[in-house]
């Protein structure tokens, strides 16, 4: 690894490190440097599409949706929390593959959300990951309120709606729940818990 220290080069150039990769005998340049801006930390991606690749991210709208079900008992009350991201790229990539905690971005897209997420650029034959933080654009949140009394009755049933997002509630055994976010009949995300055990 080297990292550039000349005095004429830009910002980008001071801060990036490159290493190589040989694949199939050609010779792939990587950099890392930081990027802030809708997607921020040390993104690591091919020294050619570098730019492309931070632009796409750094310009990315992204809305957080979090939904939350509270449990209301005769004793004790409790909630659950699931958050799901809605990313909708600045422009479809031609020469590279983003995919975003395991979930390839080309049009709108709705990933599970984490704080810090893993985001993968695919170039060739080269693939890299970097872990970077999401500053969502939009949060959007909605609650619930469910008896406890009433769950082990409401398998699959949508607790809330939230443009074209479903919270739904589905009975693993009696006390035992997960709480998903569907959209189009596809699970997103999802969470768990144990109620009056």
Do not use: C
């Amino acid at each position: 690894m080297s990292k550039s220290s000349t005095g004429t080069s830009s910002h980008f150039e001071q801060t990036k490190r490159e290493t190589s990769s040989v694949h199939a005998s050609i010779r792939v340049s990587i950099v890392t440097s930081p990027i802030n801006g809708t997607f921020s930390g040390n993104l690591t991606a091919p020294a050619e599409i570098f730019r492309d690749v931070e632009k796409f991210l750094e310009e990315m709208n992204a809305t957080l949706y979090s939904f939350e079900a509270r449990i209301i008992g005769n004793e004790s009350n409790s909630s659950i929390t699931v958050y799901v991201l809605k990313l909708v790229p600045p422009f479809i990539p031609k020469d590279f593959e983003v995919t975003i905690n395991a979930h390839p971005i080309n049009e709108t897209t709705f990933v599970p959300y984490a704080w810090t997420i893993p985001v993968s650029v695919e170039f060739g034959n080269v693939t890299t990951t970097s872990y970077l933080k999401v500053s969502p654009g939009n949060v959007i949140k909605g609650t619930g309120n469910l008896m406890e009394s009433e769950l082990d009755n409401l398998n699959g049933s949508t607790i809330l709606t939230i443009n074209g997002l479903r919270f739904v509630v589905l009975v693993s055994k009696p006390g035992s729940y997960i709480f998903a976010v569907f959209h189009n009949d596809t699970e997103i995300s999802s969470g768990g818990m144990e109620v009056g055990r």
